[in-house]
């Protein structure tokens, strides 16, 4: 069984981590979603600012400022629908996400039928493997739970905390003890809480009498409000807005190692393609040189060739072989690469077959260009970078607005209630029945350096975030405009090149037709034959150099590499010529003309084989030298 997975195949079982909150080894056996799906837009969607439960008086975290060069989103979005980009023959390179998440959660297994593995290996399969057993993937898909455990961490500032003591002096001349329990919280708005009881027995000296109680106790309860420093924001709630936008920054984080991470996969699926394909060229080219070998070796015997020819053969022979095996190696090592991203269901590298290497690649065609500005606002808003850095930048922010804050003075209500229980402690009658104490608390650093520090560090962060932010965009318009004309300019390469292997096999035709008839020697005939293959591989190149261009450029635009990669399979299939499609050489009314500039006809055919140069002759009809040289070392 190899991993076969299908367009989003993963996309309800992320979903499902998410909400539970719980780390799992691999998705449920039996998930899968369709093209429909997108799991990187899910993902955007499920990126939820606090737990539920834990909201409450949680108030709306400003706003960050962050401009870019044009805002319309409404137009980016019905570009992006409408991008030229979408037609054929590169359908879908936007995919409008399907909203309904769990709608084709179980419709096929994960891993395909046996009948189905020894079929070629799509881009889909590796992409699929990427998202459910990629280690960096599954790693970054723990972003969730430690930005869920530092929330949590963070709300522990305001837990309710049990408190209580017990302290005894038995000894000495002022023999007492006092027991107190209560029960403390801090508020959300800067203030502290407390409640509780506490008894004092003994003899207590004049000037600690406060802890002295009645014989049944005291109860008390107390508040601190703070009025202008901590009112508004203080480092507790800083602390839990920023674990609440790590939280959220999960999601982006999740979806840049997917697009990184399915673009080196990709690159390396298409470099084993067109090894595989080079692989196959050489193969070709070896077979000639055996089968001429083959042919050599009774010509030799019966004396129609001179052994000169043979040992010629023989060593492009060997040369061939040499190149064959060095090919083999690149491939081999493009095989190793994408073992990489190609798991099985364990999670282990899978080597991938020569079985399942396809025939061809699919076509290749020049999209329609979209207008550019739409293309670069519509990436801008899909690229997990942009969304991080507004979120770092929303972080920073908090960091300000509590800089600002601790610049005002320190201010604090103070209200405590205390009611004493029981017969009297004391004979003087001196412990109050209900005692209420209000009033105020402050103080102010004269200099505030701390807190003017943290200001001005926190806005050279925030202009730097800006600058980074520049740059980003500047380096998405640059890899917008690179992308497209690569994808133009590889499309008319595989065309010149296919123009070019055309010839070069015509050219090679009617070189093997002069050489049948004595003509073309040996040595140029190999010549004429490296050079188709060599214009063949060629071929090979530009088209692995086009679907690279197109990963690169869907990278660059955001997309969902597992929806683009489901679109490329369903491309039809190259018609250009390759190993096993070889170009056929049109066969013309009127006489071809050989590589000598002679009509190859039925009479001089047999005029040729009544009169054929005897071999080792050249094209006048004289011996080759060295013909000449073996035949006077004879004489």
């Known amino acids: 069984m190899i991993l076969r997975q299908l367009p989003s195949a993963f996309t309800a079982a992320w979903l499902a981590l998410c909400a539970s909150q719980t780390v799992a080894e691999q998705p449920p056996s039996g998930l899968r979603a369709t093209a429909q799906t997108t799991p990187i837009e899910a993902l955007r969607a499920s990126d939820g600012l606090i737990e539920e439960g834990d909201s409450a008086g949680l108030p709306d975290a400003p706003q960050s400022a962050i401009a870019f060069p044009v805002n319309r989103q409404a137009e980016v979005r019905a570009n992006s629908e409408s991008n030229p980009l979408v037609s054929v023959p590169v359908e879908a390179l936007d995919v409008e996400p399907d909203n309904d998440l769990t709608t084709h959660a179980a419709e096929v297994p994960i891993a395909v039928d046996a009948s189905d593995a020894n079929g070629p290996l799509k881009l889909a399969d590796v992409i699929a493997s990427v998202y459910h057993a990629y280690p960096e993937v599954a790693s970054s898909k723990l972003e969730y739970q430690i930005a869920n455990g530092q929330l949590k961490s963070a709300y522990g ?24 329990i209560g029960v403390a919280r801090q508020t959300w708005w800067g203030g502290y809480l407390s409640a509780g009881y506490r008894i004092g027995r003994g003899e207590f000296q004049p000037w600690y009498k406060e802890r002295e109680t009645d014989k049944a106790g005291e109860l008390k309860a107390s508040w601190q409000q703070a009025l202008l420093q901590g009112r508004a924001i203080d ?31 990709a690159l390396a699926y298409w470099k084993w393609v067109a090894e595989g394909t080079v692989l196959k060229a050489q193969r ?22 001179p052994e000169i020819d043979l040992i010629l053969n023989q060593q492009l022979l060997a040369e061939r072989q040499a190149k064959v095996l060095e090919v083999r190696r690149k491939y081999q090592a493009a095989a190793f690469k994408l073992s990489l991203f190609l798991r099985d269901e364990m999670g282990k590298p899978m080597m991938p077959e020569d079985t399942w290497l396809p025939e061809e690649f699919p076509v290749t065609e020049v999209p329609a260009r979209p207008d550019f500005e739409s293309s670069v606002m519509a990436s801008i808003e899909r690229r997990p970078e942009f969304q991080l850095l507004r979120l770092k930048r929303q972080q920073l922010q908090y960091d300000y607005q509590l800089a600002c804050n601790q610049t005002l003075p320190q201010v604090d209500l103070i209200a405590e209630a205390s009611q004493d229980m029981g017969a009297d402690a004391s004979s ?34 925030m202009a730097q975030l800006d600058q980074k932010i520049r740059l980003q965009t500047d380096k998405v318009v640059t890899d917008l405009r690179t992308g497209f004309a690569s994808l133009e ?20 035709d009617r070189y093997r037709f002069a050489f049948t008839k004595g003509k073309v020697d040996l040595l140029y005939l190999n010549l004429i034959e490296t050079k188709a293959y060599e214009t063949e591989i060629k071929l090979i190149q530009a088209q692995q150099q086009w679907f690279s261009a197109l990963a690169e450029l869907q990278a660059t635009m955001g997309l969902d590499p597992l929806a683009q990669a489901t679109t490329v ?27 000598s500039g002679t009509n190859r006809t039925s009479s001089d055919a047999e005029q040729n084989r009544s009169a054929k140069p005897q071999a080792g002759e050249t094209l006048s009809g004289e011996k080759q030298p060295s013909e000449r040289r073996l035949n006077q070392a004879a004489e």
Do not use: C
């Open 235 to 265: 480092p507790q709630r800083v602390e839990v807005f920023q674990a609440s936008v790590s939280r959220k920054a999960a999601a982006p984080q999740v979806q840049q190692i997917i697009i990184e991470t399915s673009r080196d996969a």
């Open 284 to 305: 070709e080219l070896l077979e000639l040189a055996q089968k001429r070998n083959e042919q050599f070796v009774v010509g030799v015997r019966a004396g129609k060739f």
């Open 489 to 508: 300019l590889y499309a008319q390469v595989v065309e010149q090149s296919d123009l070019s292997l055309r010839a070069a096999f015509d050219t090679l």
């Open 569 to 595: 399979d369903a491309m039809p299939p190259s018609d250009h010529p390759g190993p096993g499609n070889l170009p056929v050489p049109e066969q013309d009314d009127e006489p071809a003309e050989d590589a």
């Open 428 to 461: 003087k009658d001196d412990k109050d029945e209900f005692l209420v104490i209000l009033g105020l608390q402050g103080e102010l650093p004269i200099q505030r350096r701390k807190a003017r520090g943290k200001i001005q560090q926190t806005t050279a962060k």
């Open 157 to 180: 500032w305001y837990d309710t905390k049990v408190k209580g003591y017990t302290l005894n002096e038995p000894t000495g001349y002022y023999e007492n003890y006092r027991h107190g």
